[in-house]
Structure formats: structure tokens, C-alpha cells
């Protein structure tokens, strides 16, 4: 039998509650020990929904108590300190994305991970979709034979959350749409591919609507109701190169606000055969078969939750039965890349990536 692991969630906002969903489902192998949030209602309000006997204000309480691991749900300034200080405490941690503010704070939980000999797993949950799982098996199996490129669309039309609040305020938040949501793509893309050696990066960011704060026009917005005394300095779309040495690339465009249609997909172009992601439609090699151009169209079973996936994946992990999901070295990669990424823009030329 499986052995039951006490858990503690800290940030009981959008995530977290999404993340003790996930617990809950899985009574067998969970059961949600202890919640924190800065915000005492909201921790009072899901320990009532999930019969949680153990509640917290502060995070450093919470990890002096008995819980086995936890999932650090704050927003992104705080995923270092609270992913270090849980490390320490001898807690396993499923760290939601970003992984850190930038690649230097990942090494650094990097570094207690290892100190610590417990578990990281980076909450890269679009890994599992099962298209995506499918992918990365077809990549394996030589399916698609060489991959030599990806492209990564991510494009938002009006897609800004929380305008003026912490995901618009380059130093809470780290940045825009590229660490918000572009750590996803670039995580799954790369996790298809195999591909976790980027060595270079020419991109270019820009923020033409964010800045107009009262002239955004938008239809709604997620994480709002918009803060016009806030801050928005961050980027509102990027687009870019990427080298894996010689052997491949990756274009990207990822956005908040363009005035451009919703698109979204991850395009895996293969010597064999090419297959595109997330988009929404059935699943499709673009290949040939006898001697002919061919598509082959491939059934599989969605994913019904990916976060649950996620987190059973995670306990499993705990219990040494099986690898952290998304690795905190693949985590730290995907922070490197990003890094580069502003960096390029900033400087307007190509940047290498060591
Ligand atoms: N995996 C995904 O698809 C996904 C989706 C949404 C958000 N996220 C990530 O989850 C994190 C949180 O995002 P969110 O949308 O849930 O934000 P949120 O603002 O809804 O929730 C954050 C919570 O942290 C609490 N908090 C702040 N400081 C704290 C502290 N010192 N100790 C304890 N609690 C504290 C806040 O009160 C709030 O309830 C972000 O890093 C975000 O990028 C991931």
C-alpha cells in the first residue's frame, strides 16, 4: 500500500486552491495537513472546504510542523525564499512556475535541493497533456526522426492579467508574458524535443498596450479587476530565435496583447515527421507513408487533469518510486533561457547561453 504523505500548501490563492484540489482527489496517497497564506480568511476558508487541521499565516510556522511536503503556491518573488527555507526544513516541494525570478535564484534552490536530498519537482504541468506525453514517447521512438526545429506560439489578443498588480510589476513578477506563461511552451517544447541545451538566443520584447494602462482596451481580464495606480513594466510580447547548437532552433512568439487572433502551439518539425500541439485540434503527423505524403492522425486519451496528474506524480516522487516529473535542473535551464531571452532584448544582439 502506498504511504500516506502529509501535506502542507502555502498560497491558498488561484494556484493553490487548484493544487489542493488535487490532493483531495487522491485520498489514498494525500492528505493536506497544513495551509498558509499571508491572507487568514482565505487559509480559513479552504481548511472548512478540505477539513484541514493545521492553519498559518506564516510560511516558516508551517514548515516547523510535521507535513511531509508542500506546494508552494506564492507569486514568483517569493518562490526562492520559500522553496529554500521549505528544502531546509527537510520538506519535499512541488514549486509552481516560474521556477524563480531569474536563473540565479533557481541555481540557489538548486543548490539547497541538493543539500537537502529531498524531492524538487517544478510545476511545468503542461508536460502533462497527454499530446505532449504522446509527443515526447513519438520523439524517442525515432518517430519523427531528427528534430531539427520547434515553433512556439503563444499568442494572446487581449490577455493581461491582474493589470497594475504583481504580474505587471517586473519586481514581483520577474516579467511578462514570457515567465508567466511562456515557461510552459518553452518546458514542454524542450521536453518533447529532448532538447535542453540551448546555447543561444536573438529575440526582441516590447510593450505596446500594458503601458497604456486606461487605454487597454480588453473584453475581460483574468487575475483583475485592473489597478490603474499600479505598475505595468514588464513586456507584453517577445519574439525570438533560439539555438541547440547546430543541430536545431526554436522560433517563439508568446504575447499578452497583440492585435492578432488567439493562436496557441508548440510545432515539432522532424526529418520523418512533424506533429503540432496544444492547438486545440485532433492530433496529426505530417509525414509520408509508402512513398506518399501522408498525414496520420492519432487517437489517444486526454489528459482529464493535469494538475492531479501532476500531483500524483509528485507523491510518487516523494516515495523515490519515481523521478520528479519536471526536474529542478530542466526548471533552472528554462530560467536560463528566459534570462537570455531579456537579455537579447535589452541589448538588441544575440546572446549565448553557457
Ligand atoms: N501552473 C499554472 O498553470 C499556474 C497558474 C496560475 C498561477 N501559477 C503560479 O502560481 C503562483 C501563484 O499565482 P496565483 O495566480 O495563485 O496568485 P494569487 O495571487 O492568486 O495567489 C498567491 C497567494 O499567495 C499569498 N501570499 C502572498 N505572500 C505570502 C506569504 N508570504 N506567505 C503565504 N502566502 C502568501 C497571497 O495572499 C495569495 O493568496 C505564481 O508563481 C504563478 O506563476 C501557475
Redesign the pocket.
Given at each position: 500500500m502506498n504511504q500516506k504523505l502529509k501535506i502542507g500548501i502555502?498560497?491558498?490563492?488561484?494556484?493553490?486552491r487548484?493544487h489542493a484540489d488535487a490532493y483531495a482527489a487522491n485520498p489514498a496517497e494525500a492528505q493536506i495537513e497544513a495551509l498558509?497564506?499571508?491572507?487568514a480568511e482565505?487559509v480559513a476558508a479552504e481548511a472548512e472546504k478540505y477539513k484541514v487541521p493545521q492553519q498559518f499565516?506564516?510560511?516558516r510556522q508551517l514548515l516547523k510542523s510535521d507535513v511531509d511536503a508542500v506546494s508552494v503556491?506564492?507569486?514568483?518573488a517569493?518562490?526562492r525564499d520559500?522553496a529554500v527555507a521549505a528544502l531546509k526544513a527537510g520538506k519535499h516541494v512541488l514549486l509552481?512556475?516560474?521556477m524563480a525570478m531569474n536563473s540565479k535564484e533557481a541555481a540557489e534552490i538548486v543548490a539547497a535541493m541538493k543539500k537537502s536530498g529531498k524531492v524538487l519537482q517544478i510545476?511545468m504541468?503542461t508536460r502533462q497533456h497527454a499530446e505532449v506525453q504522446l509527443a515526447r514517447k513519438m520523439v524517442e521512438e525515432g518517430v519523427l526522426g531528427d528534430v531539427y526545429h520547434i515553433r512556439v506560439v503563444l499568442l494572446r489578443r487581449r490577455g493581461i492579467p491582474g493589470m497594475g498588480g504583481?504580474f505587471t510589476t517586473k519586481s514581483m513578477s520577474g516579467g511578462g508574458p514570457l515567465i508567466?506563461v511562456g515557461v510552459?511552451y518553452f518546458d514542454a517544447a524542450m521536453f518533447v524535443a529532448g532538447l535542453w541545451n540551448p546555447t543561444a538566443v536573438s529575440s526582441n520584447t516590447y510593450a505596446k498596450f500594458g503601458p497604456l494602462m486606461k487605454k487597454y482596451r480588453y473584453v475581460s481580464m483574468w487575475?483583475g479587476p485592473p489597478n490603474f495606480k499600479g505598475v505595468f513594466d514588464v513586456e507584453d510580447y517577445a519574439t525570438g530565435y533560439v539555438r541547440f547548437g547546430k543541430a536545431a532552433s526554436m522560433s517563439f512568439e508568446v504575447s499578452w496583447a497583440v492585435n492578432a487572433e488567439d493562436e496557441n502551439y508548440i510545432e515539432i518539425l522532424g526529418s520523418k515527421a512533424g506533429v503540432r500541439l496544444l492547438d486545440g485540434k485532433p492530433l496529426k503527423l505530417v509525414t509520408e507513408y509508402k512513398e506518399q505524403v501522408a498525414d496520420v492522425m492519432l487517437q489517444y486519451q486526454k489528459t482529464p487533469n493535469i494538475f492531479h496528474v501532476q500531483a500524483k506524480k509528485f507523491l510518487a516522487a516523494c516515495r523515490r518510486e519515481a523521478p520528479p516529473a519536471a526536474t529542478a535542473e530542466q526548471g533552472c535551464t528554462v530560467m536560463k533561457l528566459i534570462d537570455a531571452i531579456y537579455e537579447s532584448g535589452r541589448k538588441n544582439s544575440e546572446v549565448k547561453i553557457s
Open positions: 502555502i498560497g491558498t490563492g488561484t494556484i493553490g487548484v498558509c497564506d499571508v491572507r482565505a499565516t506564516d510560511y503556491c506564492v507569486g514568483n517569493l518562490h520559500v509552481e512556475k516560474p510545476g504541468v504583481w508567466d510552459h487575475a
